[in-house]
């Protein structure tokens, strides 16, 4: 299938330049079921215009196959000049990220590296962004630990909800080997421990379930595998 579904139902998304069916399609094995694999030339996935309307937090798990390539797009809302917001992407120390943001929506820049890597071929990571406009500050998470943060991060010129650039995974012109999952935007900044409640110790959130109403429910269990178990087939509880 040629689409990235938005779980909320208002942002799926396009795959552009990726085989979605057959031999070679770009859905894998994820982090928590399937996973978007980039890597051609051009490949990445369309959100659309995805609106910013203020504080924000970008988060997702990736797994790199090729951490040695600089400036490979990871996640961007910046496509459209004076209507650009942020854009996450490798550095060039390998395995280091760097997260630009655009104040004036064009050329007014700042950036936030990763003080050391936090990217490791072969290695599911979980990486999260967070923008707080009330007190101007960006802040830079690996794995449920903030790396880096910078204040002074004030907007200016154009409104953040004004400015309609797409939201895109991957980037048509800087192309990588990586599979990305679970991609989340929230329309407010999450604090620490909502980002470590995410990571969850390297197992995600996804460890409470429930359920409302009558009737029988059948709910099958995936495990995925880490450095303590090996990866199991599903298992439904009926």
Known sequence: YNSAKDELGKYDGTLVGLVGTGIGKAWTQGKFGNAITLGPAGGHVHLGGVPIKGDFTASLWIYPEDITTDGAVILSKDNINSMQVFRIEQDVVDGTVKATFHKDGNTDTVSIISPTPVLTNGKWTHLALVYK????????????????????VTVSTSLLSARHSDLRVGDPSTPLARRVDDLRLYGFALEDNQITAIHGGGGGDFDKIEIIGSGTTKITAHQVGDDSYAAALPVPNY
């Open 133 to 152: 406009e009330a007190n101007a500050t960006l802040a830079l998470y690996a794995d449920g630990n903030k790396t880096a943060e910078i204040t002074g």
